[in-house]
């Protein structure tokens, strides 16, 4: 493997441009499942007989193979002309996101210790003003290691995005598999790791400086 | 905030795509698979069709069923195809014909899902066996007759790389040990990605594999195509495939289409591609050069 | 102030039959006092509290604020016009010690520097300084000061009423006695009535006005501490109240109450008259007073016999003396510690208004009569409240 003409015949413009592609397409998604997910966290503690099905469902979502909810979702999607492209790429990664953040949710806002609940209620706050003002900012640090999860997982997923039209990084390894280009695939495989390891330290700090002061130790 | 202002262009972009469709000059959205060759198709179609006037839209390096799944829904209005692919793969037929019949019949077939086979080039991207040079050489290995009796005369196993499709499909490798009587254990048959055939054949990690017979890396990797003694892999000659509506809106690109694809023969296939699995040029300027050198742009 | 009618509350369980959490509990608690709600676990105390601020739902009976039936009112509306307090605290840890402390202020609409000044007002009155406590956060406090900031955070909105479900239980009891005695000098203070439930005897000795003891959702015994040490009206609340109840009613009674009519006598008084008086009396030694009443010291027995002259020359002055207000554990601890069998009680002007000696307080204590923070109860009235 020649690692000096890897570097010289590769369009790193191009490079650059799938990977904030591939940023993209993960951010879109998991932000789509916080702006979901949480709400139906909350709505999930208000209404305790949904936490059964909501997690259940999204257990199941994301055991089916990527693939596979492409393929599912091809269809359905042309029917409004976007069978391929980002669009069912950001569905899967939606979908798989929504089962952490779901659940972390839930159980963050489910744990705050009864003594604090009780307090809130009972000095006259009501069940939105507890939920703004205690039982969210408790929530935080946990909601965002779901938000975590969902994001590192969601850039390997992504990879394979590619396969529908998508873009990403996904198109430089299968490309660099298709044409045994070595080469290609290492750097297209590196790039995804870095940015995974990037994107965690980020959430990290993200978690940290998000964390009530209250709490941090 | 800007996340969820990101979000809403996304969707509102999404949405205005799908409106924008009434403009001036057709748009033909082509597909393309992952492999070099169809990449190359891809792209010699799109800058000649360019240079005619319309607008084209390349989607590249799609999964073949997706690409197939995408032009029956709509997606995609042209893409290049195989007739033992759409024979065998999405019409589920199993006789092999010979490759007049196989036009024929699989012109047939997708005309009745609205997809209409175009005047077809002259080269056939079918499967073949191969093996490593020092191999062939040493073990004289030269049609895939010779490959079986080597399988079977010995208790130590020849691992062979097969495409996943190929080795599940019931048209693929199943029928082909059958028809060479060649006792293949399970262990044996090591199933991969198409394309890391031609690695694992290069670094000997295989003793023989499946191929395709344009493939670009078959020279530089020194791999040798035996002989199909039996006569067992179908015909895949490779045309440009195009949707009815589109068709019918754009009459026209039958008879366009007609010049490039008379060009491509087998060793002009395997040429472009070479040019782009081993020398790393692009798939467009390939393409812009090929149409270039035969004044078709 | 707040009277709970008839107040009742019933669930289903699990095997569906019917649970009576608390039945029919009705009384009355007057502004400025603190009621203590207390009994073993499992008794309805706590429910009982909670049905107050409906935190739990009462199933029947009413409870009037100042005549006014609650039933109708908005419960969040009605909680906030009522402080709480509960023995895990609760203290918000997102929030500063401020932020705790201003949370119903804010609720109500009260503007920034108005909480502001009332959170410093209220950490000054539990000796936390403001400049250093009010930024800092609940975890970076003792548990002690937690739940100072738990008691003030109820009283920030300036309510009337306090509700306390053992809200000393958290802290540690080498602590506990200083937070219940500050507890008992900001209530005094600031005049608010106190609902509080515990299930400590001696706590509820210490702070109650009146107690209400509560056995398996009934209430069966509302008195002052006193007339229920003195007279519990079943064998149960007598062991509740401990076998040493007596002893404990030396923390309630005071040296007025449990003063002798001793006589005493003029400085001018001749020895010859003490010495008549005193064998009249069989008394061992006399109280010397002025004109006025006020004590100046006392004569003893053998130090006037075969003496001749005035009292005056052979007076001395008290080795140990009793305030009118201490209670009797400490008197009795005095008594001992100075080796006397008497003790002289005295006003706050030194008047002396008569001797506690070990036989006049067990007098007392045997006598029925008991008392309550503020008056003497006879049997008679103790039996009916």
Same mark, same amino acid.
């Given at each position: ?33 916080? @702006? ?70 839930? @159980? ?63 198109? @430089? ?45 | ?14 949405? &205005? ?11 033909? %959205? ?24 319309? %607008? *084209? ?19 995609? +209005? ?26 024929? %019949? ?15 080039? %002259? ?17 004289? &290995?030269? *049609? ?44 044996? &048959?090591?199933?991969? +990605? ?24 078959? +020279? ?24 009815? +509506? ?29 040019? &782009? ?21 | ?130 400049? #250093? ?40 009891? =080498?602590?506990?006695?200083? =937070? #219940? ?71 309630? $009674? ?10 005493? $006598? ?120």
């Amino acid at each position: 493997m020649d690692w000096l003409s890897t570097f010289s015949y590769m369009d790193w413009g191009q490079v650059g441009a799938l990977t904030l592609q591939h940023v993209a397409l993960v951010g879109v998604a998991v932000g789509l499942a916080i @702006l979901v997910g949480v709400p139906l966290g909350v709505a999930m503690t208000r209404f305790p007989w949904l936490s059964g099905p909501l997690q259940g469902a999204a257990t199941v979502v994301l055991t089916i193979p990527s693939i596979a909810l492409f393929g599912l979702m091809l269809p359905l999607y042309s029917k409004i002309g976007h069978g391929l492209g980002p669009l069912p790429a950001v569905t899967a990664a939606f979908l798989y996101s929504l089962l952490p953040i779901l659940r972390n949710t839930y @159980l963050a806002l489910t744990n705050v210790e009864p003594g604090i609940r009780e307090a809130g209620k009972g000095i006259g706050m009501t069940f939105w003003q507890r939920l703004r003002m205690v039982d969210i900012p408790l929530a935080v640090p946990v909601i965002l290691a779901g938000v975590r999860t969902a994001v590192v997982m969601n850039i390997g997923v992504m990879t394979i995005a590619a396969v529908i039209g998508a873009g990403g990084l996904g198109v @430089l390894i299968l490309t660099a598999i298709s044409r045994s280009d070595m080469g290609q695939l290492i750097v297209g495989a590196i790039i995804v790791s870095i940015l995974a390891i990037i994107a965690d330290l980020l959430l990290q700090w993200l978690q940290r400086t998000l964390t009530p002061k209250g709490l941090r130790s | 905030m800007n996340r969820w202002l990101s979000i809403i262009f996304t969707l509102g972009f999404a949405l &205005v795509s799908t409106l924008a469709t009434a403009q001036e000059k057709p748009l033909i %959205r082509i597909g393309t698979k992952v492999f070099s060759e169809q990449r190359i198709l891809g792209q010699m179609t799109a800058q000649y069709l360019q240079s005619k006037g319309y %607008r *084209t839209d390349v989607v590249a390096g799609l999964g073949s069923t997706v690409a197939r799944s995408a032009q029956e829904n709509g997606e995609l +209005d042209l893409n290049w195809e195989y007739t033992g692919t759409s024979l065998f793969a999405y019409n589920h037929q199993t006789e092999v014909l010979s490759p007049e019949a196989s036009l024929e %019949r699989v012109r047939e077939l997708d005309a009745a899902k609205d997809l209409i086979w175009l005047e077809p080039s %002259r080269f056939s991207n079918t499967y073949a066996l191969a093996v490593p040079r020092e191999v062939a050489e040493r073990d004289g &290995v030269k *049609t895939i007759s010779d490959l079986a009796r080597v399988v079977n005369a010995s208790d130590e196993p020849h691992l062979i790389a097969f495409d996943i499709e190929f080795a599940n499909r019931p048209d693929g490798l199943a029928p082909l040990v059958e028809r060479y009587d060649m006792h293949l254990t399970r262990n044996e &048959v090591r199933q991969m +990605d198409p394309g890391l055939v031609y690695t694992a054949l290069r670094n000997a990690q295989v003793y023989a594999g499946l191929v395709y017979t344009t493939d670009g890396r078959l +020279d530089e990797f020194d791999l040798v195509l035996l002989e199909d003694d039996k006569g067992y892999f179908p015909d895949y000659t490779a045309a440009p495939v195009i949707r009815r +509506d589109v068709l019918e809106a754009n009459p026209e690109i039958a008879e366009l289409m007609a010049p490039l694809a008379r060009l491509l023969d087998d060793e002009t296939m395997r040429a472009l591609n070479a040019r &782009v699995d081993i020398g790393h040029e692009s798939p467009a300027d390939v393409a812009h050069d090929f149409l270039r050198k035969h004044n078709l742009i | 102030m707040i009277e709970l009618d008839k107040l009742t509350k019933r669930f289903k369980q699990k095997d569906g039959k019917d649970v009576t959490a608390v039945d029919a509990v009705s009384l009355t608690v007057n502004e400025g006092e603190i009621c203590v709600f207390l009994g073993p676990s499992g008794c309805g105390k706590s429910t009982t509290l909670k049905m107050i601020n409906r935190l739990i739902q009462p199933t029947s009976g009413r409870v009037l604020i100042n005549g006014e039936d609650t039933t109708g009112l908005d419960e969040v509306a009605l909680r906030r016009n009522i402080g709480y307090v509960i023995q895990q605290i609760g203290l918000f840890p997102n929030m500063t010690v401020e932020e705790n402390i201003t949370v119903v202020p804010k609720l109500l609409g009260w503007d920034k520097k108005r909480c502001h000044e009332r959170a410093m007002e209220l950490m000054n009155m539990v000796q936390l300084d403001p400049r #250093q406590y009010l930024k800092r956060y609940p975890r970076e406090l003792s548990g002690g000061q937690q739940q100072r900031i738990g008691v003030i955070r109820a009283l920030a909105a300036d309510a009337p009423l306090l509700l306390m479900d053992e809200p000393f239980g958290a802290v540690d009891p =080498i602590n506990r006695d200083a =937070i #219940q005695n500050e507890f008992f000098q900001m209530q005094r203070a600031l005049n608010k009535t106190v609902i509080m439930v515990s299930h400590d005897i001696d706590e509820a000795i210490k702070l109650g006005d009146r107690i209400a003891v509560f056995r398996a959702g009934k209430l069966v015994q509302f008195d002052h501490p006193d007339t229920l040490l003195a007279h519990p009206k079943d064998e149960f609340i007598a062991s509740f109240v401990g076998q040493d109840a007596t002893l404990k009613r030396l923390l309630l $009674i005071r040296a007025e109450d449990a003063a002798d009519d001793a006589p005493s $006598i003029r400085p001018e008084t001749p020895v010859a008259d003490a010495l008549g008086l005193l064998e009249e009396h069989d008394r061992r030694h006399l109280v010397v007073t002025d004109a006025a009443n006020k004590a100046l010291g006392y004569v003893r027995r053998r130090e006037l016999r075969g003496q001749s002259g005035v009292v005056r020359a052979f007076l001395q002055p008290f080795a140990a003396t009793a305030a009118f207000d201490e209670h009797l554990r400490i008197l009795l601890s005095r008594m001992y510690q100075f080796n006397r069998a008497w003790l002289p009680v005295l006003s706050a002007d030194n008047d002396f208004l008569g001797e506690v000696t070990q036989e006049s307080i067990a007098d007392y204590l045997s006598s029925g009569r008991s008392r309550g923070k503020t008056s003497i109860v006879s049997p008679a009235e103790g039996a009916a409240g």
